[in-house]
C-alpha cells in the first residue's frame, strides 16, 4: 500500500514535472510575461495532452521499476529517450490543433528542461522512496537463502544502498555457525523456509546457493505470490559478465567472450 | 522388556521431503521406514515411538494403519534448538513412566535387515548389546562411527571412533541396542550431562566398565540421512521392482530400475527410473530419473533428474 501511494505521487509528480518544464523552456524563450503573439494557454493545454503519452513512454522504459537505479548514465539515456518522444508529440500535437509552428529552440528548451529535470527529481524521489520503503516495517521483507561470499556482498550492498528489498532473514541449506550478517539474522536450515516465509511476511527470496533446491524454493514462492530471484553465482557465473537476452522468445542467460563496446548494439 | 524408538529429529538434510513429515514417516519399498521396523520387534513388547510436536500430526495417522498397539510420546517442541535430544527424550521417558525394565533402543530412520529377534536372542544382561554392520570396507567405514572390539574376544566392545580418517575396522555403530535396566540410572545421569549424546552413553558404559557385547551383522542396513542414501534405500529394497499402488494409475509409461507410485497418483505418458512418486501426483510427459516426487505434485512436460519436489508442486513447461 506503501509502495502504491508512493508510485502514484511519483507518476502524478512527473506528470507536473513536464509541464512545469515545458512552461519554464516557453518563459525563457518568450520572456517572463502571457504573450498575445504566442499565448500560454493553447501552448500549456498540448504539452498537457502530450504529457500522458511521455509518462506513458518513460514508463515503458522501466525507469519506475523498484529496483532501477536511477542516478546512472543509462537511465539518464532513457528519460532523454522519452523526453525525446514526449516533445515530437508536443510538436505534432500543437501543429495538429492549431496548425502553427512556433520557435524551434522552444522544442531543444522543452527537451533539456524536462530531461534534466526529470533525471535530477527522479534521484531524488528514488531516495525518499527508498527511506520510506526500508521504514520499520520494511515494505518488502526480503529472504536471503544461502551463506555465501556473494550473499554476504548482496546483504551488506542492499543495506548500505536502502534497497527496497530489505533482507530481514538468512536460511542456508546446510546450516551455519553464524548468528547474523550485518544484523540480518540467520534463522536455521531449509526446513524453517515456511515458518520464516509466514512469520516474516516475505515478499521477495533471492537464492544466493544451495541450487539442487531452485525447483522446490521456486515452488514455495509461487504458493505464496513471493518474487523469486536468484543469483548468477548459484550456477557458477561468478565474474558478472552474463547479459539476459533473448533465443527465439526465452530469456537466456548469456555468458560471451569479451566484444568491443560498439558490437553491444548488434 | 520395552522398545523405545527415536523419531523426534527434524531431517533438515532430507528437506523438503520432512517439511511436513518426520523422516520415519517417508515410505520405502510401499510403508514407511518406521513399520519395517516395527514389523521386527516381537509383539510381546511394548514399544514406544518419541517424536515432536511437529511431526505429532503424522504419527497418529500412522498408528491408524499399525495393527499393534504403539505409545507415542509427543515432545512438546516445533524447533530444533528447543528439542531436549535424543537421549534426553529416553531418559524423560524413563523417569515419567518409571521404567524398571530392559530397553531396546531404536533409531526411527534405521532400515534393519537382520532378525530382532535373533539380536534379543544374543542379550545377556547385564552386558549391553550394540548391534555392529560390518560394512566389509574399512575405508566406507570411515564415513561412520566404528565399533572396536577386543581380538581375543570379537563379540566384546572395547571402543568406539567418530569417522576415522583410516578406521581400524569394519564394523559400524548402527541405530539398535539394548539398555539393561541397571544401567538406566546411568542413562538418567548422563542424559542431564549431553542429552543429545545417544552414542555417548556407550562410551560411558566402558569409563564405568560396564560390559558392551557386540552384535555383528552383515544382513543390509540402512541410515536414512540424506537424499543419496534414501534413494540407495529404496534401490536396496525394491531392487528392479515397479511397485504401483491398486489406486493408481500408469498409462503408456516405462518404468526401469525401482520404481514406487503410490496412491492417487497418476502418470501418463513418461518415463520413470529410480523413482518414488508419492500419494496424489499427476505426471504427464516428463522424464524422472532418480526423484523423490512428494505428495500432490503435478508436472508437465518436464525431464528431471537426481531432484526431491516439495508437496504441492507445480512444474509445466511453458
Known amino acids: 500500500m506503501r509502495y502504491r501511494c508512493l508510485l502514484i505521487l511519483w507518476l502524478a509528480s512527473d506528470l507536473f514535472l513536464f509541464l512545469g518544464s515545458f512552461a519554464l523552456a ?28 511521455w509518462l506513458l513512454v518513460l514508463a515503458t522504459t522501466r525507469t519506475f521499476a523498484l529496483g532501477r537505479r536511477q542516478q546512472t548514465l543509462r537511465n539518464l539515456a532513457y528519460i532523454a529517450y522519452a523526453s525525446v518522444v514526449g516533445c515530437a508529440l508536443f510538436a505534432l500535437l500543437y501543429y495538429f490543433l492549431y496548425d502553427v509552428f512556433f520557435s524551434r529552440l522552444l522544442i531543444v528548451f522543452a527537451f533539456a528542461i524536462s530531461t534534466g529535470a526529470a533525471w535530477i527529481w527522479h534521484i531524488i524521489f528514488e531516495r525518499m522512496l527508498r527511506i520510506a520503503l526500508t521504514k520499520d516495517p520494511p515494505q518488502f521483507p526480503t529472504l536471503i537463502i544461502g551463506v555465501t561470499r556473494e550473499s554476504r556482498r548482496l546483504i551488506a550492498l542492499l543495506k548500505c544502498s536502502r534497497n527496497p528489498l530489505f533482507p530481514v532473514a538468512i536460511l542456508d541449506g ?30 521477495h527470496l533471492i537464492q544466493c546457493s544451495d541450487l539442487e533446491q531452485s525447483l522446490n524454493l521456486l515452488s514455495a514462492c509461487r504458493s505464496r505470490a513471493i518474487t523469486y530471484m536468484v543469483l548468477p553465482s548459484v550456477f557458477g557465473i561468478v565474474e558478472r559478465d552474463e547479459k539476459i537476452e533473448s533465443l527465439e522468445g526465452h530469456a537466456v542467460t548469456v555468458v560471451g567472450p569479451p566484444r568491443r563496446w560498439w558490437e553491444w548494439f548488434f | ?78 524447533k530444533d534448538e528447543h528439542k531436549l535430544g535424543a537421549l534426553g527424550a529416553v531418559a524423560a521417558w524413563i523417569s515419567a513412566r518409571r521404567i524398571d525394565d530392559d530397553l531396546l533402543l531404536l533409531t526411527g530412520d534405521n532400515y534393519l535387515g537382520f532378525s530382532l529377534a535373533e539380536f534379543l536372542r544374543a542379550f545377556h544382561p547385564p552386558h549391553a548389546l550394540l548391534a555392529a554392520h560390518d560394512i566389509e570396507n574399512l575405508a566406507h567405514a570411515s564415513s561412520f562411527g566404528t565399533v572396536l572390539t577386543d581380538p581375543n574376544d570379537p563379540k566384546r566392545v572395547i571402543g568406539f571412533e567418530e569417522k576415522p580418517k583410516e578406521s581400524k575396522t569394519t564394523l559400524v555403530s548402527t541405530g539398535c541396542s539394548i539398555l539393561p535396566r541397571a544401567t538406566l540410572p546411568i542413562v538418567l545421569e548422563f542424559a542431564e550431562r549431553e542429552p543429545e549424546n545417544v552414542g555417548g552413553i556407550f562410551e560411558e558404559f566402558l569409563r564405568r566398565k560396564i560390559a558392551i557385547d557386540c552384535f555383528t551383522f552383515r544382513e543390509p542396513w540402512l541410515d536414512v540421512g540424506s537424499f543419496a542414501s534414501y534413494l540407495e534405500a529404496h534401490r536396496l529394497l525394491l531392487g528392479e521392482k515397479v511397485l504401483i499402488d491398486t489406486d493408481s494409475t500408469l498409462e503408456t509409461t516405462t518404468c526401469t530400475g525401482s520404481v514406487s507410485v503410490a496412491a492417487g497418483s497418476r502418470v501418463i505418458g513418461s518415463e520413470l527410473c529410480d ?19 512428494d505428495e500432490g505434485c503435478t508436472l508437465e512436460g518436464v525431464d528431471l533428474r537426481g531432484k526431491m519436489i516439495r508437496a504441492g508442486t507445480v512444474l509445466r513447461l511453458g
Open chain 2, 1 to 78: 522388556m520395552q522398545a523405545f524408538i527415536l523419531a523426534g529429529g527434524f531431517a533438515t538434510r532430507l528437506w523438503p521431503l520432512t517439511e511436513k513429515r518426520a523422516k520415519p514417516l517417508l515410505p520405502l519399498a510401499g510403508k514407511p521406514i518406521i513399520t519395517h521396523l516395527l514389523e521386527k520387534i516381537p509383539r510381546e513388547i511394548p514399544v514406544t515411538v518419541s517424536t515432536n510436536a511437529a511431526f505429532a500430526e503424522g504419527f497418529e495417522r500412522w498408528k491408524q494403519t499399525i495393527d499393534r498397539p504403539v505409545e507415542l510420546i509427543i515432545e512438546q517442541t516445533r
Open chain 1, 174 to 203: 546446510l546450516g551455519v555457525k553464524e548468528q547474523e550478517i550485518e544484523g540480518v539474522p540467520i534463522c536455521g536450515k531449509l526446513n524453517k523456509l515456511e515458518e520464516v516465509l509466514k512469520e516474516r511476511k516475505i515478499t
Open chain 1, 26 to 53: 516557453y518563459f525563457l524563450r518568450v520572456g517572463f510575461i502571457l504573450s498575445s503573439d504566442f499565448p500560454f494557454g493553447p501552448f500549456i493545454a498540448a504539452a498537457a495532452m502530450a504529457s500522458p503519452f
Open chain 2, 275 to 293: 523413482t518414488l512418486v508419492f500419494e496424489r501426483c499427476t505426471i504427464t510427459d516428463c522424464t524422472l530419473r532418480d526423484c523423490v516426487i
